[in-house]
């Protein structure tokens, strides 16, 4: 099976890639291009995978920076690979030949860049992560490096659509304790049930972040089970697992 990338015309200068599921090595709930350590998949398959994946863009996998993501507002810069990797969920560099890769599951992949400054960035952003500011702070680490908000583009991957994300009524207080107009996100489901809209939200706060191009591939991870993981349809059929898509961008 040939691997599959989505790309966006919006980061056509630069090679990157919003990787399905489709190409790898993996079999069974994790077929077939699983990139996620944090699975039971076979750690020698994942490695397999991702080499297959920093291949497709023309780098090495000891290239590939990655972070140990735990849905934290944390950003970090790099200037090559981690060592060990941090607990963070976003990564910004402006080293040639570094590609920054961010795994997801119905969360959100970001990828961003500066082209004038070449400054790139990638963030993990699931709802609390968005909500505390992983997108101000992958923004702010890419200023850091000589970035101009205005003159940064966001591209948000394969994630989780309004119509999939039902959530209940505790959920909808969070985000209007944070600001009351975030109700804006929410649209009535069944019963007391909520829709939320995930990628609307954080499209609206990469604008209100400065960010001059944001946009949102269209791509629901949760309702194509044959090109996307999805950690919310694993569990609503109880499997006991589940794979990461892999998103990576390269100066």
């Known amino acids: 099976m040939t691997i599959e990338i989505i790309t966006s015309e919006a980061l ?40 297959r994946a920093a291949d497709a863009l023309g780098i090495s996998p000891e290239r590939l920076a990655t972070v140990h993501q735990v849905h934290s507002a944390t950003a970090l810069a790099a200037e090559g690979p981690f060592g060990v990797q941090p607990r963070a969920d976003a990564i910004a560099t402006a080293t040639p030949g570094l590609g920054l890769a961010i795994l997801t599951a119905d969360c959100q992949p970001v990828l961003l860049a500066d082209t004038a400054a070449q400054v790139i960035g990638a963030a993990h952003a699931g709802w609390r992560g968005a909500l505390d500011g992983i997108l101000e702070a992958a923004v702010g680490a890419m200023e850091g490096l000589g970035a101009r908000p205005a003159d940064i583009t966001a591209v948000i991957g394969p994630s989780i659509s309004q119509r999939a994300y039902e959530v209940g009524p505790e959920f909808l207080e969070r985000f209007v304790d944070d600001d009351p107009g975030n109700t804006r996100f929410f649209a009535n489901g069944r019963d007391d049930r909520l829709q939320f809209d995930l990628v609307g939200y954080s499209l609206r706060r990469l604008r209100n972040a400065g960010i001059g191009n944001a946009q ?19 569990q609503h059929r109880r499997e006991p697992d589940y794979g990461r898509q892999i998103s990576v961008i390269r100066l």
């Open 12 to 51: 056509a200068q630069l090679r990157h890639g919003f990787f399905t599921r489709k190409g790898g090595a993996s079999t069974g709930l994790f077929a077939s291009l699983n990139c996620g350590y944090g699975s039971t998949d076979g750690k020698e398959t994942v490695s397999i995978n991702r080499i």
């Open 216 to 234: 949102w591939t269209g791509h629901c991870t949760f309702s194509d089970p044959d090109r996307f993981f999805s950690y919310r349809r694993s």
